[in-house]
């Protein structure tokens, strides 16, 4: 069946390193990925998403690296600041065509120490 | 541009009771969906409306939950008779197309059964 999960529940970097959070994803047919941030007590926040005809997608201080033939998809978090702490979750959408829910993972909880 | 909407954003009510979470998509979005999330969990997808229909309900308990998006007004989530196990955050999602993937969410309403 359909499931998306992280391979760490809690990570934590020092202000300025780059941050790699893990998830992998279980649906072959999954055609779409994002990342969400979610900070405690908010609505998940849209970081970043990419298609699966792509490998690598590149935002502001972000990177998404997906690789299909292990069904694993990584975010990168460049030069990490204290605003980065918050809960992190890949999140999968089966099709793009018909029924469009998405398949969240657990989450990653991302910690700054200063 | 205001973003998804949600209200109450907080919700108490006693077993038994019943429950009506309220969200308005963002501006120019005509899809609507509807998460759950319980602490330290992802989200789990309830179900995907679009003006007047139900496209995919094939996460909502078959009994005690509705929901509906009419054509004048927010969706509405309907919890009939809630019991201690619905207590949980409901997140509201929308997107602009379906094609497009991307969902935005609001700040969620946390519902609490005493």
């Known amino acids: 069946g359909e499931s998306v999960g992280l391979h760490l529940p809690t990570l934590s970097v020092q202000e300025g390193d780059n941050s790699i959070i893990n998830c992998a994803y279980s649906?072959?047919?999954?055609?779409?990925f994002i990342w969400y941030k979610q900070e405690s007590g908010k609505g998940p926040q849209f970081i970043i998403d990419?298609?699966?005809?792509?490998d690598k997608r590149q935002g502001q201080r972000v990177t998404v690296l997906l690789n299909k033939t292990v069904k694993h998809l990584s975010l990168q978090i460049a030069a990490t600041q204290p605003g980065d702490s918050a809960v992190y979750f890949c999140?999968?959408?089966?099709?793009?065509?018909?029924?469009?829910?998405?398949?969240f993972g657990q989450g990653t909880r991302l910690t700054i120490n200063p | 541009n205001a973003g998804v909407m949600q209200n109450p954003r907080h919700l108490v009510r006693r077993r038994g009771q019943e429950a009506r979470l309220r969200c308005s998509p963002m501006?120019?979005?005509?899809?609507v969906y509807w998460y759950r999330q319980l602490p330290e969990e992802g989200l789990k997808f309830m179900v995907y409306?679009?003006?007047?229909?139900?496209?995919?309900e094939s996460g909502m308990p078959k009994e005690r939950f509705s929901a509906e998006f009419p054509k004048e007004g927010p969706s509405i989530l309907r919890i009939q008779q809630v019991v201690r196990g619905d207590s949980a955050a409901y997140f509201c999602?929308?997107?602009?197309?379906?094609?497009?993937?991307?969902?935005?969410f609001g700040p969620g309403t946390r519902l609490t059964v005493t």
């Open positions: 999602a929308s997107s602009p197309l379906p094609s497009r993937g991307e969902q935005y």
């Open positions: 649906n072959s047919a999954s055609d779409y």
């Open positions: 990419i298609r699966s005809n792509m």
């Open positions: 999140a999968e959408n089966p099709s793009l065509q018909g029924a469009q829910k998405l398949v």
């Open positions: 501006k120019g979005h005509s899809h």
């Open positions: 409306l679009q003006k007047e229909n139900i496209i995919d």
